[in-house]
């Protein structure tokens, strides 16, 4: 009699045992139909050595789906899938099905894959102790895992492979993407870049390796051990990093290497202690100083590391934070920085502030020798001028916005930049500690303003005279052609068009004669007045009404300039029977005899003032920039015109990006 009970209590304790097996082994093997759920008990799968969980975590008012390194006090996420998609809100559920994870939200069934496997061969899953979340076909085959789709890290046993890139995170606890990439390039470089720039590589990433033309086979791998290296057939071993936290027994060492939301590659050591204490160890960073961080901080702010007590982005003089709880955004100015808009020389209503050891990112739009008090008074009187930059004699002037400043006691450079009063009647803004410009006195600025006056009073006549010419002219042809009933009116006056108008005649710019380096022309037919004939005619359009951009009187500027240079040059702006394929489009020919110092190409034989001749030339190159904002103001170009302005070096009109 007393054999039974202990039988049943011996297969209670198997079965028991069992059971807790199946449940440990279950967090592992992940079997079809198994699921999560935001608001059921169960949120995460958690690999065997629980130092890992594969699951919903609360992020904002909301859920995110992805991998993380349990803490008790502070999770690390090393993974998150999809990140720039919505948040998920409560009530979804993720499944393994055959097709692979499935996401479906509230009542509606709405779904979505975070990963199809392909074929629907799903079998399993697992949460691996390395990190890495696998699905598994019948034959324990992977058919995917996110080790292949790193996010901002990667952990011991992961590679980013050639042509993979990473992107940081918005900040530790935001895991959507950031303004950081680290790029594993063709060319065997590992790079890292502003987000928004890594379309040009190597010429602007702000850290890099250093082994580009290494081949093209070049991998990054964190092994297990924590060592960070490259390899490749050609390049063999180079190590980046590697972990120096000793082996211990009963601490378990989990490494990652994260391009983090500041933009620093990072490796890091995770120690977990038996006795349930952990710690964290930065073992290597790729640059020791934040600000060389290219966009650190914001546009129009720059970076300082120097007496950084209130964070190391810095706002230029005249300048407010965007928002000033996130000091990274970078800051504004609240009036608009055009002083050649307002009525009155520009020298009245700003003054200079200088600032010492600063550098920037961006290429002049023009670089001058002169001295340096010069150099205070040239941007000062230079409407297009926001701010200037001395250094090694050189005086170079810039608009603004400014980006990837920095200072540094090692940079000896000077920056003035140009400060707008609001208050013409109140003059003293104060700024401690910096240079003040010039002071203007009152009967300087009595006597500047009578003689602008005079000017554009002057301009407005010559102006009200061009257009009864021009009218008298039009008349003069007009009667002509009715007189002679040649049917060639269109021939012989001046006819605005519509972009309408335009992009029917082109059939939608259809057709694309030639692109100069400025400016694309585009055939077209108008209909003729006499019966069904028909007339070609030739269009140069501004830039910006091929890109749909806001189109402003700046377009009238461009084609201003382009007609300037028509008559400079005695030709037309598109000539076919040319010597040579370069002088087919004038404004890049024009600006390519400017570079060279070959202006008496434009003018072959004619003798002329070559001083004015250069005058109208660059005067021109202004007017025919791409950007619009280069353009100056026709005030400012007849003022260029007439010699009364000094007239900047040109850039090129074509739109450059540069950065340092
Ligand atoms: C369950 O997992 C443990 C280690 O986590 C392993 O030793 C054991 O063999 C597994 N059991 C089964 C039934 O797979
Ligand atoms: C969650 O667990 C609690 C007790 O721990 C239980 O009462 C509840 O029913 C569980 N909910 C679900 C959806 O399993
Ligand atoms: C969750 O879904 C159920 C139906 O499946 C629905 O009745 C309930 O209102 C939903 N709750 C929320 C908070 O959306
Ligand atoms: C389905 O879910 C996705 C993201 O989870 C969301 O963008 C989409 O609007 C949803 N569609 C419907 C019909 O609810
Ligand atoms: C695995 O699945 C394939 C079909 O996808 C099937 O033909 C094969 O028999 C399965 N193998 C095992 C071991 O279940
Ligand atoms: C997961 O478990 C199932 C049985 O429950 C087994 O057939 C399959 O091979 C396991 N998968 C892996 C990857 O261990
Ligand atoms: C990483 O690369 C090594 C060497 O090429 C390879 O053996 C390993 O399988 C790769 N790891 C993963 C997770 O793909
Ligand atoms: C990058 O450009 C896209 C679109 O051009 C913009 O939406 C995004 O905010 C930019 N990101 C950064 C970090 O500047
Ligand atoms: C990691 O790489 C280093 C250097 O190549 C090597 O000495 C070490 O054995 C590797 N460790 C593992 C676990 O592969
Ligand atoms: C490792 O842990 C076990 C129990 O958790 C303990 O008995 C052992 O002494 C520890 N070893 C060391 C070297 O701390
Ligand atoms: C866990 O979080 C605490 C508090 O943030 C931190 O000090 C510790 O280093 C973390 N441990 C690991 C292994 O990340
Ligand atoms: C400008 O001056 C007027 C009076 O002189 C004053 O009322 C106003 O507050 C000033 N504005 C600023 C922005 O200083």
Avoid at 61 to 90: C, H, M, Y
Avoid at 399 to 406: A, D, G, M, T, V
Avoid at 534 to 558: H, V
Wanted: aromatic share 10%; with cysteine; hydrophobic share 40%.
């Amino acid at each position: 009699m007393a054999s039974i009970p202990v039988l049943l209590l011996v297969l209670v304790f198997l079965l028991s045992v069992d059971y807790a097996n199946a449940q440990t082994n279950h967090s592992n093997n992940i079997s079809l139909g198994s699921s999560l759920s935001t608001d059921a008990n169960r949120t995460s799968w958690l690999s065997p050595s629980r130092h890992f969980a594969f699951g919903f975590y609360p992020h904002g008012d909301g859920f995110a789906i992805g991998i993380w390194l349990i803490n008790q006090t502070e999770k690390t996420v090393t993974w998150t899938a999809k990140r720039d998609d919505p948040l998920v809100s409560s009530n979804a559920t993720l499944e393994l099905t055959r097709d692979g994870l499935q996401l479906r939200v509230g009542a509606v069934k709405n779904i979505t894959y975070i990963d199809r496997a392909p074929l629907r061969k799903t079998a399993s899953a697992a949460m691996l102790d390395s990190g890495n979340f696998v699905l598994y076909n019948n034959l324990s085959v992977v058919l995917w895992q996110t080790f292949e789709k790193p996010t901002d890290t990667i952990l011991g046993g992961q590679n980013l492979s050639n042509g993979d890139l990473m992107v940081s995170s918005v900040s530790k606890s935001d895991q959507t993407k950031g303004q950081f990439s680290l790029l594993m390039q063709t060319d065997g470089n590992l790079a890292a870049y502003l987000v928004n720039s890594s379309d040009a590589p190597s010429s602007n990433s702000f850290w890099s390796s250093g082994t580009d033309n290494s081949g093209t086979d070049v991998m990054l791998t964190l092994n297990a051990s924590g060592v960070l290296f490259l390899h490749g057939d050609r390049l063999g071993v180079r190590i980046l990093a590697s972990s120096h936290y000793p082996d211990k027994k009963n601490v378990t060492i989990i490494h990652r290497a994260t391009l983090d939301a500041d933009g620093i590659f990072r490796l890091y050591s995770h120690h977990f202690e038996s006795d349930n204490s952990s710690s964290m160890v930065v073992e290597w960073s790729s640059l020791a100083n934040q600000c060389e961080v290219s966009g650190f901080c914001g546009w129009s702010s720059y970076c300082s590391g120097v007496g950084s007590n209130n964070g190391p982005c810095k706002c230029y003089p005249g300048f407010h934070f965007i928002n000033s709880s996130n000091k990274f955004l970078g800051c504004y100015r609240n009036f608009s920085d055009n002083g050649c808009r307002r009525s009155g020389p520009p020298a009245m209503l700003s003054r200079i502030v200088s600032l010492e050891n600063i550098l920037w990112g961006d290429y002049p739009y023009s670089s001058v020798q002169m001295k340096k008090n010069d150099c205070n008074i040239s941007c000062l009187e230079d409407c297009n001028c926001a701010v200037a930059l001395y250094g090694r004699g050189s005086c170079d002037k810039y608009k603004l916005p400014l980006r990837y400043s920095r200072a540094s006691k090692n940079i000896s450079a000077t920056a003035f930049i140009k400060v707008i009063w609001k208050n013409i009647t109140s003059p003293s803004i104060p700024f401690h500690s910096e240079t003040v410009g010039p002071k203007i006195e009152r009967g300087l600025i009595l006597i500047l303003a009578i003689t602008l006056g005079s000017i554009s009073c002057l301009c407005f006549m010559f102006a009200i005279y061009t257009i009864f010419r021009y009218k008298h002219q039009v008349y003069k042809y007009r009667s002509l052609s009715e007189n002679t009933n040649l049917g060639l009116i269109e021939e012989f006056t001046l006819r605005s068009f519509s972009y309408n108008e335009l992009e029917q005649a082109t059939d939608g710019f259809k057709e694309e004669l030639g692109k100069g380096t400025f400016g694309v022309v585009y055939k077209g037919t108008i209909p003729g007045t006499v019966g069904d004939e028909r007339t070609a005619g030739y269009f140069y359009l501004a830039p910006e009404w091929k890109l749909n951009a806001f189109i402003s009187i700046k377009a009238d500027i461009y084609s201003f300039g382009i007609v300037l240079l028509e008559i400079v040059c005695c030709r037309r702006s598109i000539e076919v029977n040319v010597p040579t394929t370069d002088e087919i489009i004038l404004s890049s020919w024009v600006y390519d005899c400017f570079m060279a110092g070959e202006l008496e190409k434009l003018v072959e034989d004619e003798n002329v003032d070559f001083v004015t001749l250069e005058r109208m030339v660059k005067v021109g190159l202004w007017c025919i920039q791409e950007d619009p904002a280069l353009r100056p103001l026709m005030k400012n170009a007849i003022l260029m015109l007439e010699g009364t302005m000094d007239v900047p070096v040109p850039p090129s009109p074509v739109r450059s990006l540069v950065v340092s």
